[in-house]
């Protein structure tokens, strides 16, 4: 299993980006789909995740009302719409894939790599 986020960037406190992960090497529409950060001397924690089908999504506190999850199984891509970023966002984000949406969040099956994402404040 492969899975290779992008976009993550450089952006100003208010602002928005959109993360992506393609995923391959197992059928996409098996599994839930997650997010997970990273900050500097922290440890690694979950943001939000999706189930195979697209129809149940869960958030952390800290990102709910403000970070969408999203999937397009056409594509084997899971997004991240994260808006109305702040300087507490500054992580490297990876995305994850799971058998079970359930235990996604603290187990996954399989880790992308990260990318970095800065909100300068």
């Known amino acids: 299993v492969q899975l290779q986020a992008s976009g993550g960037g450089l952006v100003q406190a208010g602002g928005s980006l959109r993360l992506s992960c393609v995923a391959s090497g197992r059928p996409f529409t098996s599994y839930a789909m997650g997010w997970f950060r990273q900050a500097p001397g922290k440890e690694r924690e979950f943001v939000a995740r999706i189930s195979a089908s697209g129809n149940i999504r869960n958030y952390a506190d800290s990102v709910k009302g403000r970070f969408a999850i999203s999937r397009d199984n056409a594509k084997n891509t899971v997004y991240l719409q994260m808006n109305s970023l702040e300087s507490e966002d500054t992580a490297v984000y990876y995305c994850?894939?799971?058998?079970?949406?359930?235990?996604?969040?603290?187990?996954?099956?399989?880790w992308g790599q990260g990318t970095q994402v800065t909100v300068s404040s």
């Open positions: 994850a894939e799971g058998t079970n949406y359930y235990d996604l969040a603290t187990k996954p099956d399989y």
